[in-house]
């Protein structure tokens, strides 16, 4: 046996191969991408027969050498006297197609983790796989799950991807304590969705909150008491997330520090720096550097991280080095209303929604479809009698129990009208927090013109909520000057506006502009993913969706509803302008 280096167009296909079907373009590609990245890791098997070097095994090898445009590779070349049985080399084609294992996804994430040691990004380390840069994030993951629970995993008991990402984005405390009561028995499976059920329900500290009364106040944070904590520790938490983050982020948009910004996080929680930004580990932030702020979505925590960002491209040009090219940081933008403001339009579109719902003449076709819709809501659990009934559910049954009577639903039209009214009321919701229906509460709003139940917004408290440049906006919409100072103009439109009823854009249950163009953004990107799994390109594990999250709440697209009010969105152009009418 010997090793050469030769030609890969040199080699001769094994007449006696036995993969005669070919592997797929696609794992061919994944073999191609991985040999460019790293070379061939493995020689090819062959023998020397009448001056030509002929194949026994990695014909594969050859062809994607080949097409890398390698000038040589090395092959093992077997010479007579090395096999001890005849047949040897059918043997060894044979193996080198059957006699393989996959990787475990605990191993997987084990490898990814030794090439981001030696500085491997995971686009590099996604590039040489041919995997997805997601896929390497997905394994990364696994940095935030338990020991425990990642030595059961590696004997082949996988999580689906999203228990994988619920439990990742638990504390290990709280991983630690599900685990003791949720771990398996010895060789029986564990039960992840219990697991992961079990993290769903986070407890935030008070520790951990940076806002002070009246953040809390403007949020509606709760504090509980834990009567089983240590003496003379803080006790206080709360379970409401979406509060605690918005009153978290409220603090941190006011408090920024010098030379500080908002960073956004990825799905896997790790800040998102801007475009060719470096991070830097130093401890103090110096003259050049940047801070960037975000909140952990693992612990809800206020962190910080110090980068640099390029310098100006005319700086760089007039030094005399570099090519001019750079990036330069956009100025962030406030956006037209403040959380507070979503607050509260939230709480007003929900009470227009609802007397809509009990007062507005609705027919019989649109209360099906309303109550379709009402289900499809985000807020909206249903749970097996095995783990209870729904929290607040009683309502619901009350309402149920009166269209039936004796275990036959009753056929009294009235009756029906009266318990579907009052179950949309009890279904669908604006409100910002958990109880937020999304997007089909507005449908439904448009669909019984909820706008003409909506109370001015004509007032200081609501116009207060609004920037600079939409409170601009709003005065030329309503032909007021612009004042010297935001609050003389805010009082100028209110005193234009009296008498009427004003709904601004921002209010009324149409959708703007912006959020037209996002939703056709989201349904080409939903589209895409879609093309991606058909494809096969799709993670496994059990994912049910692309990028680890829900399903986007898009409008109804009209192909898919019937009727003229099936949650089509008009065109972009043909809402947003304030309207101000006689009440």
């Keep these: 046996m010997k090793l050469i280096e030769i030609d890969p167009k040199k080699l001769r296909d094994n007449p006696e191969n036995p993969r005669r079907t070919t592997a ?7 073999l191609l991408a991985n040999v460019q990245a790293v070379g061939i890791l493995q020689p090819p098997t062959a023998r020397e027969r009448d ?8 014909h594969r ?3 994607v050498a080949i097409k890398a445009k390698l000038g040589s590779i090395h092959v093992l070349i077997r010479e007579d006297g090395d096999d001890a049985v005849a047949g040897a080399d059918g043997v060894r084609a044979f193996a080198e197609n059957m006699v393989r294992a996959g990787m475990n996804p605990v191993d997987q994430w084990r490898a990814v983790e030794a090439l981001v040691s030696e500085d491997w990004t995971p686009e590099a380390i996604a590039t040489a796989m041919n995997m997805s840069v997601r896929r390497v994030n997905v394994l990364r993951h696994m940095t935030h799950i338990l020991p425990a629970m990642l030595t059961q995993m590696a004997r082949g008991d996988m999580p689906t991807e999203q228990q994988l990402r619920t439990i990742g984005l638990a504390s290990a405390e709280e991983q630690a304590s599900v685990w003791k009561s949720q771990k398996p028995k010895r060789n029986e499976h564990a039960n992840w969705h219990m697991i992961s059920h079990g993290l769903d329900k986070r407890r935030i500290f008070y520790t951990a909150a940076k806002f002070g009364e009246a953040e809390r106040e403007a949020f509606n944070v709760v504090w509980l008491d834990d009567l089983f904590a240590p003496g003379g520790t803080e006790s206080r938490f709360t379970t409401d997330v979406e509060a605690f983050a918005q009153a978290q982020m409220s603090w941190l948009e006011n408090n920024l520090p010098a030379k500080g910004v908002l960073l956004a996080v990825d799905q896997w929680g790790s800040p998102t720096l801007p475009p060719r930004a470096q991070r830097s580990y130093r401890d103090k932030a110096g003259k050049d550097d940047t801070i960037g702020c975000y909140i952990d979505p693992r612990s809800f925590e206020v962190k910080q991280i110090i980068f640099q960002v390029p310098e100006p491209a005319s700086r760089r040009t007039s030094s005399g080095t570099g090519t001019g090219e750079d990036y330069v940081a956009p100025k962030a933008v406030r956006p037209d209303l403040t959380q507070k403001g979503e607050a509260m339009v939230g709480d007003l579109r929900t009470e227009a929604l609802h007397t809509a ?3 507005a003449e609705i027919g019989d076709d649109a209360l099906i479809g309303l109550l379709v819709l009402a289900f499809a809501g985000k807020n909206v659990s249903v749970r097996s009698g095995a783990h209870g009934n729904d929290v607040g559910s009683g309502e619901r049954g009350s309402l149920a129990a009166s269209i039936t009577e004796g275990g036959v639903l009753t056929t009294d039209p009235a009756t029906l009208r009266t318990a579907a009214r009052g179950m949309l009321r009890q279904a669908l919701s604006c409100r910002v927090g958990f109880s937020s229906s999304g997007t089909v509460a507005r449908v439904a709003g448009i669909a019984v013109d909820a706008d003409a139940y909506l109370p001015t917004t004509a007032t200081e408290e609501f116009l207060g909520n609004l920037s600079k440049a939409a409170i601009e906006r709003t005065a030329t919409a309503t032909s007021v000057l612009p004042r010297p100072t935001g609050k003389a103009t805010r009082a100028a439109i209110v005193e234009q506006l009296k008498g009427r009823t004003f709904l601004h854009p921002l209010v009324r249950f149409d959708f703007t502009d912006e959020e037209r163009r996002q939703a056709e953004a989201d349904r080409a990107r939903e589209a895409e993913m879609a093309t991606l799994r058909r494809g096969g390109h799709a993670a496994d594990d059990g994912a049910e ?4 999250i829900e399903n ?7 192909n898919e509803e019937e009727g003229p009010d099936a949650g089509v969105m008009p065109p972009p152009g043909e809402a947003g302008v304030p309207a101000a009418h006689t009440a």
């Design 357 to 359: 719902f009990a007062e």
């Design 24 to 30: 797929g373009p696609e794992a061919d590609a994944i």
């Design 61 to 63: 090898r050859r062809d």
């Design 552 to 558: 986007p709440e898009h409008l109804l697209d009209g």
């Design 545 to 548: 969706d692309e990028e680890g």
């Design 51 to 58: 001056g030509e070097v002929v194949l026994i095994a990695g």
